[in-house]
């Protein structure tokens, strides 16, 4: 009985040995992280004071943006008015230039004229020492019509014909004849007599198409802007 009480005691403490690491383990402290308590933030409440002091800066910088709207509304205005002025002053200039204080037409040493239903501006030369004006055409032939006296010839490429007003002589002696032919120069629109010079070129206005309505200004051309 003794060997048995001595045997059962044994295994009894040999157990407990067994399961106090056991019991250790299970009851080791575990560690708890504690929570981060931050401080709550809280907007700063904008006074009535400070809503109208930022209402009153709104106000003061649209009116100050719309002055500057009206100043460069100003600006331009005042280069549109000066444009017109100055288009203004070169049109006066201009008529002070090409006509004289009694109405008379200034003509440089060339201007530009229409002869005839032609449409191309042609150079004409421009002879105050001249008594007579003359024009250059081809193909001159003399006939006569009704009794009178006529001439056609080619100018510009087209024919024409047309009663001689009179007849003249040239430096040799040779017999040509004075037509009426419709000239524009400038705003001046008038019939003017020519020498019809066969073979020639060009025309040349003299004494007798300036008389009473255009002076020279041999130092200049072509003054009088292109007729319509």
């Known amino acids: 009985m003794k060997k048995t009480a001595v045997g059962l005691l044994t295994l009894f403490l040999f157990g407990c040995a067994q399961q106090l690491p056991v019991k250790?383990?299970?009851?080791?402290?575990?560690?708890?992280?504690?929570?981060?308590?931050?401080?709550?933030?809280?907007?700063?409440?904008?006074?009535?004071?400070?809503?109208?002091?930022?209402?009153?800066?709104?106000?003061?910088?649209?009116?100050?943006?719309?002055?500057?709207?009206?100043?460069?509304?100003?600006?331009?205005?005042d280069k549109i008015t000066a444009s017109t002025a100055s288009k203004k002053l070169t049109a006066v200039h201009h008529e002070a230039t090409t006509k004289t204080k009694d109405g008379m037409l200034v003509l440089g040493h060339h201007?530009?004229?229409?002869?005839?239903?032609?449409?191309?501006?042609?150079?004409?030369?421009?002879?105050?020492?001249?008594?007579?004006?003359?024009?250059?055409?081809?193909?001159?032939?003399?006939?006569?019509?009704?009794?009178?006296?006529?001439?056609?010839?080619?100018?510009?490429?087209?024919?024409?014909?047309?009663?001689?007003?009179?007849?003249?002589?040239s430096d040799d002696k040779t017999r040509l004849p004075v037509v009426l032919l419709r000239t524009k120069l400038g705003d001046l629109n008038e019939e003017v007599e020519y020498q019809l010079i066969d073979g020639g070129n060009g025309i040349v206005l003299g004494e007798n198409f300036m008389r009473d309505v255009a002076?020279?200004?041999?130092?200049?051309?072509?003054?009088?802007?292109?007729?319509?």
């Open 111 to 169: 201007e530009w004229v229409l002869v005839l239903s032609g449409a191309k501006h042609i150079s004409a030369y421009i002879d105050p020492k001249s008594s007579t004006s003359r024009i250059g055409v081809k193909d001159l032939v003399e006939f006569e019509r009704d009794g009178d006296n006529w001439v056609k010839f080619i100018f510009q490429g087209k024919e024409y014909k047309y009663p001689v007003e009179a007849w003249s002589k």
């Open 24 to 77: 250790d383990e299970q009851q080791a402290p575990v560690p708890v992280t504690k929570p981060i308590i931050k401080p709550l933030a809280f907007t700063p409440m904008v006074t009535a004071a400070e809503i109208k002091a930022a209402a009153k800066a709104q106000t003061a910088a649209a009116e100050k943006k719309a002055v500057n709207i009206k100043k460069q509304t100003v600006v331009t205005t």
């Open 215 to 228: 002076i020279q200004n041999s130092q200049r051309k072509y003054i009088q802007l292109k007729a319509q």
